[in-house]
Each structure stands twice: as C-alpha cells, then as structure tokens.
C-alpha cells in the first residue's frame, strides 16, 4: 500500500546545526522536498505546524513491552500506540519479558511482531541467558538478526569477570553493552533511595554508591576491552560526572537519563504511594538539579524513558512490596522540555536528547530490512527516510491516567500540567498520530 503524500506547512524545521521555517513534502516514505514554500500535488494531506518545531521522530532506547509473557501490562502494539502518541517514532524493547529475550526464537518473535507495529522496533538482547548472570547468552547470533544493543535491564551484570568475558566478545562485533548499574550486594532489599526520607519513613534504601561503584568498574573493563559502553537510566551527579571524565578521556561511553530522575526527587515517595517506586530510585533534589544541569548543558547522549507498564493489582500493593517502574512514552517529550526551559529552551538540545543521541546509540542512522526499521535521528533534508515529529512547544495539557494508550496506568505524573505534546507522528512516510488521535 502506497503512502499518502503529506505536506508539513510552516513549521520551525530542527537541524542538528541550524533551523528555519519551511515546509516538507514526503512521498513514498521519504522527504523529497524542504523549503519555505513547497508545492503540493493534488490529494495531499496537508498539515498545519505554525508555532511547532518538526524534526526527526523521537527515538527511546529504553522501552519495556512486556511482550513476551506479561501482556496484561503492556503488548507490542499498545506499547506502539503510547510511542506514537509521545512523537516517537522508533522504541528499542528492552528484554526482561517472559521468558527473557535470550535466545534466537525469543528476538526474532519480538522482531517481527514488531514490524507491524505503529513504530519501528528494534530489541536489545539480554546479555546473560536469563538475565540471570551466570552464562553469556549467543549474542554473535543476536547481531546476526540486527540486534545492536544488549543488556540484563532490571538486573546489572554483578559479576565482573563475566561482564569483561561479555564486552571483550562484543567489541569485534561492533555492538554496544547497557548496564543497569546497581551494585545488589548494596542495594538489594531497597525500596527508594537511602537518605533522609527513607529514614523517616523506615524504609530500607538503595544508596547512590551502590549505582556509582557499578558506572566506576564498568568504565574500567570499557578502558580494558575497548567496547563500547551505555549506561542505562542515570540518577546521580556523581555517576553523571564519572561518565563525563571518561568520555573527555577517549572511552567510548554514553548515557541516558530518565524523565522521572530529571523531575521527581526522593519525597515524592513519602506518600508511600506506589507510582513512585523505580528502580534506580528517585534521589536528592540535588541530583535532580544536576541531571537538568546536564541536559541544559547538551552533554547528556540520551533521554529514555524506561517505559515500565504494570497492572493495578501488582502496583496496589504496599511500597516496598510493589514492583518498580513507571510509564513513560506519552509525557517524556514536555517533561524534556519542561527540563530544558519549557518554550524557550534550545530546540537542537531538545531533539538532540530525543532524537539524534537515541538514534546513534541504538545504530539507527541507517535502513536495517533485518530488523524491519528505516533510518531514525538523521536531518529533516531531502533523501532521508520521513520519520518526523510536529511538536508544539507550547500546548498544555493534563496527565490523565484513564486516557493513556497503554494498557496500564501506573504513571506518577496524573493531574499534572504539562505544556509541550507532539501534533503528528509520521513513521515511514506514513501519519500515524495527528493531534492526539491514532491513525
């Protein structure tokens, strides 16, 4: 089926080095013309982004599916509609489902139910079968599908050794090892993080060392083995900084950072409400102002959502028996922004984060037919694949959980404000998201 052709009308087009208002006609899944007045063919779907910045779709390296085994949370495809909805156009699956994306037969279902998908999906393959730690699952045969991204999310690899075995094995296949960097000998048996609320709630706490002495041994075995490394959801300015020294020093490192790091601090959770419980844990108001220092400062590689869908009854339960996680996808873009300086901030740091960062840490510059997506990140020029966002900058609206796409409704931010949604999602050449309504 033939895409319908579409016009984007006076937008503020977002390059990677310079913007300007224009238009941008797409035909058969590519731009094939940007300026300050294009000419649309008879039939075309025109629409209007006056006061909306359009750059390349946003890009989430963290996204938890569910799918395989939990798909009363979350599926494929309503995962899928949550992403377009929040201006993304490509999520990367991140593999603790049930069973665990270790094997071929596991990826390669993932892959291809992903390919009917409302966005692109790539997967990230566990490192460890299981994620259990133990034994190195066949990630030669992972990158042989496409796969570009591995790790144990949920779990950080404890064991040094191995983690070593495993990025001295990847490095030659030009591949990319993410960390969940929580020390468990430190951490384990946390519910928040270790601090002045969790004594005073008499909670056990996940202390920031337990996440930074991780980011420091896996720095070391990156100067060893030379692969490249990322470092999932950040919380700390210390784990912050400890990335930044390695990647002035050559290491090939990178990192992300979460909406919920970047705008909730430790005494949200002093409502022993459930929502707020994430794995690494909501830190000091300190942390949180350096984590929008550094994004405001363009140095972060990535903001990731980690997307973490659960059902009311396994979040209805007391706070440190319920499990961790929030959603993600249809609020990151304003909480970004918010970050940023809301409608001032700097739109080349905004799609950075969102978009181009995302997109060179997940190898999605270029097509892959193995894994079914197009090129994601690039610039908004003639040639490139249309994988856009219209964003308005400017539009509030409130945070209803009962109106959200996925199918759970575990999100922190309910009766928030939040100004800055994206108008249109165009994946492949195709609007699959205009104002708000699924295509």
Not at 326 to 348: F, N, S, V, Y
């Amino acid at each position: 089926m033939t895409n319908p052709t579409l016009v984007i009308r006076g937008g503020l087009i977002v390059g990677p080095l310079e913007s300007f208002l224009g238009d941008v006609l797409i035909a058969d899944g590519r731009i094939v013309e940007v300026g300050p007045s294009v000419t649309a063919p008879s039939g075309a779907l025109e629409i209007d982004a006056a006061g909306c910045w359009v750059g390349p779709g946003f890009v989430d390296l963290h996204t938890h599916l569910r799918e395989p085994g939990k798909e009363s949370a979350e599926t494929i495809e309503t995962g899928a509609f949550a992403a377009a909805l929040g201006g993304y156009s490509a999520v990367v699956a991140m593999p603790n489902t049930e069973p665990a994306l270790d094997s071929v037969a596991m990826v390669g279902y993932v892959l291809e139910r992903g390919k009917l998908a409302a966005v692109d999906v790539a997967v990230a393959g566990a490192i460890t079968i299981g994620r259990q730690g133990e034994q190195m699952a066949p990630i030669a045969k992972f990158a042989a599908l496409g796969v570009r991204l591995f790790t144990d999310d949920g779990n950080g690899v404890q064991d040094a050794g191995l983690m070593r075995r495993a990025l001295t094995y990847a490095q030659p296949l030009r591949v990319t090892l993410a960390q969940h960097c929580e020390d468990e000998s430190l951490a384990q048996g946390g519910s928040m993080h270790e601090g002045a609320s969790s004594s005073k709630l008499g909670l056990i706490g996940r202390p920031a060392i337990a996440e930074e002495l991780m980011v420091m041994r896996d720095i070391e075995l990156v100067r060893l083995t030379g692969c490249s490394m990322h470092f999932l959801h950040l919380s700390t300015e210390r784990s912050i900084a400890l990335v930044l020294e390695a990647r002035a020093q050559g290491l090939p490192v990178t990192c992300e950072v979460a909406p919920h790091h970047f705008t909730l601090d430790e005494t949200a959770c002093e409502t022993f409400d459930p929502e707020f419980k994430v794995h690494p844990p909501l830190r000091t108001a300190a942390d949180v102002a350096a984590l929008r220092a550094a994004l405001r400062a363009g140095v972060i590689d990535a903001v990731a959502t980690d997307h973490a869908p659960h059902t009311p009854e396994s979040k209805d339960m007391a706070f440190d028996e319920a499990p961790p996680g929030m959603l993600g996808l249809e609020q990151a873009a304003g909480l970004t922004l918010e970050a940023l300086g809301g409608a001032e901030a700097d739109p080349q740091v905004f799609f950075s984060v969102l978009s181009r960062g995302p997109a060179r840490v997940a190898q999605m510059r270029e097509q892959d037919v193995r894994v079914g997506h197009s090129a994601h990140g690039g610039a908004v020029s003639v040639g490139e694949d249309a994988n856009l966002v219209v964003f308005d900058p400017k539009a509030p609206y409130v945070v209803d959980r009962d109106k959200l796409a996925s199918r759970a409704r575990n999100t922190p931010y309910h009766g928030r404000t939040i100004h800055g949604r994206a108008r249109a999602t165009i994946v492949r050449g195709r609007l699959v998201q205009l104002e708000g309504n699924l295509q």
